[in-house]
């Protein structure tokens, strides 16, 4: 038999109110909070304050130079963002269409060799789904960009994000065959110093020849310049123009058929990696889940 009186929820507060508390939460600034929402400082102040009558209790301590959280704050703030995101979900769906596309971001590499060979797995999988692939180097900010997912390098901790690791990102030496047999063949990780050096100021020469116990090598002076992706710095090593420093997981094709070659088995390796991201909040949403699921199986495949 139903409950004939069931409980009452508690009144809600003014959305305005609410939005202002989310923004502010996710910026830790009442200045961000209120040039995102479009309104003055003191207007996001006000919305705060009759939030925070309320609740009954301070949502935010107000120090120099700085806010956070208090403890009614913390527990607020994840379930009104998750609030947010189900209600902008709703509102994408009802105005059609939508959920029929996935928008991914990742880095140029990582789309060129690795995302761009086995999408097509997906796409017959999931036909009904559109993917958009964005690249680009930048972080993303998943509250105020149309984006589904990102695939990034780094320790793979982000506030807020859901993060799976897919590959390491190590890195070891890689030429072409042409290139190493100009002068007799690479023997030794210091007959790398008689050839062009691809991007010399990128940290991982360094580190490499750090591990591989070369010395005096003063890459800081040698001439280059930085082409700002693996994939270029690939494509003109390939060409015979210099030595890249690249992650194997990626070059796998271009090291099997030997238009590039693994002079030595030493790998560095600085803890990065390549992590896949997205809001906790959208974690159930059933595009991302089904993105999730699929990368994760294909990249467990040998």
Same mark, same amino acid.
């Given at each position: 038999? @139903?409950?004939?009186?069931? @409980?009452?929820?508690?009144?809600?507060?003014? #959305?305005?109110?609410?939005?202002?508390?989310?923004?502010?939460?996710?910026?830790?600034?009442?200045?961000?909070?209120?040039?995102?929402?479009?309104?003055?400082?003191?207007?996001?102040?006000?919305?705060?304050?009759?939030?925070?009558?309320?609740?009954?209790?301070?949502?935010?301590?107000?120090?120099?130079?700085?806010?956070?959280?208090?403890?009614?704050?913390?527990?607020?703030? @994840?379930?009104?963002?998750?609030?947010? %995101?189900?209600?902008?979900?709703?509102?994408?769906?009802?105005?059609?269409?939508?959920?029929?596309?996935l928008c991914v971001t990742t880095v140029l590499t990582?789309?060129?060799?690795?995302?761009?060979?086995?999408?097509?797995?997906?796409?017959?999988?999931?036909?009904? =789904?559109?993917?958009?692939?964005?690249?680009?180097?930048?972080?993303?900010?998943?509250?105020? /960009?149309?984006?589904? =997912?990102?695939?990034?390098?780094?320790?793979?901790? $982000?506030?807020?994000? /859901?993060?799976?690791?897919?590959?390491?990102?190590?890195?070891? !030496?890689?030429? %072409? !065959?042409?290139?190493?047999?100009?002068?007799g063949g690479v023997k030794e990780p210091a007959d790398?110093?008689? #050839?062009?050096?691809?991007?010399?100021?990128?940290?991982? $020469? %360094?580190?490499?020849?750090?591990?591989?116990?070369?010395?005096?090598?003063?890459?800081?002076?040698?001439?280059?310049?930085?082409?700002?992706?693996?994939?270029?710095?690939?494509?003109?090593?390939?060409?015979?123009?210099?030595?890249?420093? #690249?992650?194997?997981?990626?070059?796998?094709?271009?090291?099997?058929?030997?238009?590039?070659?693994?002079?030595?088995?030493?790998?560095?390796?600085?803890?990065?990696?390549?992590?896949?991201?997205y809001p906790t909040a959208r974690r159930n949403v059933?595009?991302?889940?089904?993105?999730?699921?699929?990368?994760?199986?294909?990249?467990?495949?040998?």
């Open positions: 038999m @139903p409950d004939l009186n069931p @409980p009452q929820l508690a009144p809600l507060p003014p #959305l305005q109110a609410v939005r202002v508390f989310e923004a502010v939460a996710r910026h830790l600034s009442f200045t961000k909070a209120a040039q995102e929402l479009g309104m003055t400082q003191a207007a996001a102040s006000y919305q705060i304050k009759v939030l925070e009558e309320r609740i009954g209790a301070p949502l935010f301590l107000r120090r120099p130079k700085q806010i956070e959280l208090t403890e009614p704050g913390q527990r607020l703030a @994840p379930a009104v963002s998750e609030a947010f %995101s189900i209600l902008g979900q709703a509102y994408a769906a009802a105005r059609g269409g939508v959920d029929g596309l990582f789309a060129s060799n690795w995302l761009a060979q086995h999408l097509g797995s997906f796409q017959l999988a999931h036909p009904a =789904l559109a993917v958009r692939l964005d690249t680009s180097a930048r972080l993303t900010d998943f509250a105020r /960009e149309d984006v589904d =997912l990102a695939i990034r390098s780094g320790g793979g901790k $982000w506030p807020g994000l /859901e993060a799976h690791k897919l590959l390491d990102a190590d890195f070891t !030496p890689m030429l %072409s !065959p042409k290139l190493a047999a100009s002068i790398l110093l008689r #050839l062009p050096i691809l991007d010399p100021g990128d940290i991982w $020469w %360094s580190q490499w020849f750090e591990a591989a116990g070369v010395t005096g090598h003063d890459l800081a002076k040698r001439p280059g310049f930085s082409m700002g992706a693996q994939a270029y710095e690939a494509n003109a090593a390939m060409a015979g123009h210099g030595v890249a420093i #690249l992650t194997r997981a990626l070059f796998k094709n271009e090291l099997a058929d030997g238009r590039l070659i693994q002079p030595f088995d030493l790998v560095g390796d600085d803890g990065h990696a390549y992590w896949l991201v059933p595009k991302i889940r089904a993105f999730r699921d699929w990368i994760l199986a294909e990249i467990a495949c040998p």
